[in-house]
């Protein structure tokens, strides 16, 4: 593969990066979002019971489930395709340096 290729190819690799990197950061983000709108609603109720608390906490944690069920999976197909690609590019290099040795054995003039 030339070169621009491989470049074109890791740099679609951006979008699973970000997911890997972004996706349990958002979770947080909605867990933490969560948890303070169930303490919120204990507060104007005027009632701490874990009965009272348990379904918004459930509910809030649902979103870091959600995050990591995006950053694992997203985890394993960005670093197969990393090495995938890196594999193929020192593949052609090889192939292209014993090409190269080849035409320079065969086809240069001898002295």
Request: charged content about 10%.
């Amino acid at each position: 593969m030339p070169s621009g290729r491989i470049l074109k190819l890791e740099s679609n690799l951006i979008l699973l990066a970000t997911a890997v990197s972004g996706a349990p950061f958002l979770g947080l983000l909605g867990t933490v979002w969560g948890v303070m709108d169930a303490f919120s609603g204990i507060a104007m109720a005027g009632q701490a019971s874990l009965a009272a608390m348990a379904p918004g906490v459930s509910g809030a944690l649902i979103t870091t489930v959600v995050g990591l069920l995006v950053a694992i999976p997203a985890m394993f197909g960005y670093n197969f395709l990393t090495t995938s690609i890196r594999s193929q590019n020192i593949q052609m290099e090889n192939f292209a340096a014993e090409c190269a040795a080849v035409f320079e054995h065969r086809f240069t003039p001898r002295s």
